[in-house]
């Protein structure tokens, strides 16, 4: 509940402008209690990170290992993005609010992580869509991250499984569908 919630506020304020105690307040604690979970707020803001990256990670890597079909592997990857990304705040746009918070070897890490997590995607876009030329599968995966990160911008209001399947489908028409077939 804490990563959540300092997640959701570190995106809407950045890291600079959030208290413990604004943190504790919408989580229902008390700030000084963050401390008995994590050392620093900078820490809580590694773990608003990671954490995320980890489990995006970890997931991709499983399907890709464990579905042989290239193109239900992908749309599983794409369906499990989609769906963390409805849940909670994505941790690239507190990263990339907050990046100058973070120090510099927690920040590499973390771009390692996003650069594997990327490069499980293009593994498949590459199977399925030989026509590209890697740099073309490098944009095209991260237009596609992009798309359905930005999803919480806009999400108000909206039924979530409509979002899910209307993202789902753009996905997959970008990464799959050959411009000369539009």
């Not at 804490?2 to 890291?15: M, Q, T, W």
């Not at 990339?96 to 593994?123: C, F, I, Q, T």
Request: aromatic share 6%; hydrophobic share 45%.
């Amino acid at each position: 509940m804490l990563i959540k919630v300092a997640g959701e506020l570190f995106n809407e304020r950045a890291f600079d402008a959030v208290t413990t105690e604004m943190i504790g307040a919408r989580a229902g604690v008390t700030g000084p209690a963050l401390y008995r979970h994590f050392p620093s707020k900078q820490a809580l803001l590694i773990a608003v990170l990671e954490d995320p990256l980890n489990e995006l990670l970890v997931h991709a890597r499983k399907t890709a290992a464990e579905v042989t079909d290239p193109r239900k592997a992908l749309e599983e990857m794409i369906d499990y993005h989609v769906k963390r990304t409805l849940q909670n705040v994505p941790s690239t746009l507190v990263f990339l609010k907050n990046e100058h918070n973070v120090p510099e070897d927690e920040r590499h890490r973390m771009r390692r992580m996003m650069r594997l997590y990327a490069e499980e995607w293009s593994g498949l876009v590459t199977r399925l869509r030989p026509d590209l030329s890697d740099a073309q599968t490098r944009v095209l995966t991260h237009a596609v991250f992009s798309m359905i990160n930005a999803v919480p911008q806009f999400n108000s209001g909206l039924d979530p499984d409509i979002v899910a399947t209307t993202i789902r489908t753009a996905a997959i028409n970008a990464l799959l569908v050959p411009a000369d077939a539009i």
